[in-house]
């Protein structure tokens, strides 16, 4: 089963920005749509950005174009840009690839982003 170890993340002030990298195990990881996912204290784990296996890209309405979603398959790497970040924007990020609609890796440990002045 594919692992992720998520890095990038950090404090940063807002209207900073951040770029996440999702390091997938073994070598699954190009035949699989995948996405990124943020989880905020007391709220449930939501879908921010996907990227099919062939590159093609959705985000959730609320990010208003301020994410980029992208991915490496010879590194078996997944990136998250994400620019002019603000307070909502704090959580732990994770990703994780799909079959369908459904995740079927195994979900790591994610990396915290804090943006707070």
């Known amino acids: 089963q594919v692992q992720f170890v998520e890095s990038g993340g950090g404090l940063v002030q807002p209207g900073g920005s951040l770029r996440l990298s999702c390091a997938a195990s073994g070598s699954l990881f190009r035949f699989y749509d995948m996405g990124w996912f943020r989880q905020a204290p007391g709220k449930q784990r939501e879908l921010v950005a996907s990227?099919?296996?062939?590159?093609?890209?959705n985000y959730a309405d609320s990010l208003q174009g301020r994410f980029t979603i992208s991915r490496d398959n010879a590194k078996n790497t997944g990136y998250l840009q994400m620019n002019s970040l603000n307070p909502e924007d704090t959580a732990v990020y994770y990703c994780?690839?799909?079959?369908?609609?459904?995740?079927?890796?195994?979900w790591g440990q994610g990396t915290q982003v804090t943006v707070s002045s």
């Open positions: 994780n690839i799909f079959s369908g609609v459904v995740t079927v890796g195994l």
């Open positions: 990227i099919t296996r062939g590159g093609i890209t």
